[in-house]
């Protein structure tokens, strides 16, 4: 069965240090993944998405960049870090073909101080 | 463009009862597919029930179903015998199946807050 790993669950960080979260997934290969970010009482809203190892795709300009050196591996960074990046960070992954549903990690929760 | 709409910012349900959550939708493309996810205090979001819109019948999965009307661009999640677990935030959302790349990408509404009395 597939699963999805995120890391670290919490983290509280100053305003101007780096950001490194990570998203792994198993029992799957050539997995579309995705970043979301939660702000507190709202929906999700897509970051970036990747379909394949070293193609990244943004959505929203911003403070931060993804990554995925590995093929099932996606990760969220961000060289100095604001205020208003504070929220909850969901990785997720789907198959390309088949079963439309996209899976979620169980997230990451920021808080930038 | 696409948008979900759920109106609903918080519902209040007794334990035992059914309960109907709204969600709307606008797209002005053939295939597409609704969902709803779970999301309890922990945060993750829990995958619960998928709709295609060339399925002729509404989908279930145990206590949960979708209460789908094409023509009115709704998909409402119905909810019965609700239990004490079920209290959480839920969101509806939508992806264009015939697309690939970010228009092909899931939208989510803003959410409804469910919470069940005992």
């Known amino acids: 069965s597939q699963t999805i790993h995120q890391w670290p669950a919490t983290l509280v960080q100053p305003v101007g240090s780096p950001l490194s979260l990570e998203c792994t997934v198993e029992?799957?290969?050539?997995?579309?993944l995705y970043w979301y970010r939660q702000a507190a009482g709202r929906g999700l809203q897509l970051l970036f998405y990747?379909?394949?190892?070293?193609?990244i795709s943004s959505e929203v300009p911003q403070n931060l960049s993804a990554s995925r050196p590995q093929d099932r591996q996606f990760i969220l960074s961000s060289k100095k870090l604001l205020l208003s990046d504070s929220g909850f960070y969901l990785c997720?992954?789907?198959?390309?073909?088949?079963?439309?549903?996209?899976?979620f990690g169980a997230g990451s929760r920021l808080t930038v101080l | 463009a696409q948008k979900i709409t759920q109106t609903q910012p918080g519902m209040f349900v007794q334990e035992k009862e059914a309960v109907t959550l709204d969600c709307t939708y606008d797209?002005?493309?053939?295939?597409?597919?609704l969902f709803w996810y779970k999301q309890p205090s922990s945060g993750e979001m829990i995958f619960l029930i998928y709709q295609g819109s060339y399925d002729q019948q509404n989908a279930t999965e145990g206590r949960y179903s979708l209460n789908f009307q094409k023509a009115r661009k709704s998909a409402n999640l119905v909810i019965s015998a609700s239990q004490l677990g079920d209290s959480a935030m839920y969101f509806c959302a939508m992806r264009r199946l015939n697309y690939g790349g970010s228009q092909g990408n899931l939208i989510f509404g803003k959410g409804t807050k469910l919470s069940v009395k005992p």
């Open positions: 029992g799957t290969s050539n997995p579309n």
């Open positions: 990747s379909v394949g190892i070293g193609q």
């Open positions: 797209t002005s493309d053939p295939s597409y597919g």
């Open positions: 997720a992954w789907k198959r390309k073909s088949g079963a439309n549903v996209l899976t």
